[in-house]
């Protein structure tokens, strides 16, 4: 079964490019990040994110499954208080 905040992970990994920055919109550390991605993709069975110049890039496989990131954040919004990772 795949775990939601892996999914808001990989989400924050495709808008802030990095581990460091993502861990830091989370409110988490960069291990915490990189563990969640690791997992994910564990759980697909394929690489969701390529290092590239600049920061991570997104797979054609990380870009369908990040569809699914933005859904868990969508819902999340809807709860009492707007509640977003």
């Not at 939601?4 to 988490?28: I, Q, Y």
Request: net charge positive.
């Amino acid at each position: 079964m795949i775990d939601p905040g892996d999914l808001l992970a990989l989400l924050a990994v495709a808008r802030h490019r990095t581990h460091t920055s993502a861990a830091a919109a989370l409110g988490v550390n960069h291990t915490t990040v990189a563990r969640r991605v690791r997992a994910l993709e564990r759980a697909v069975g394929e690489r969701l994110l390529v290092n590239a110049t600049g920061g991570w890039e997104l797979t054609a496989r990380g870009r369908a499954v990040l569809a699914a990131g933005e859904a868990v954040e969508a819902a999340m919004q809807l709860l009492p208080g707007g509640a977003s990772p």
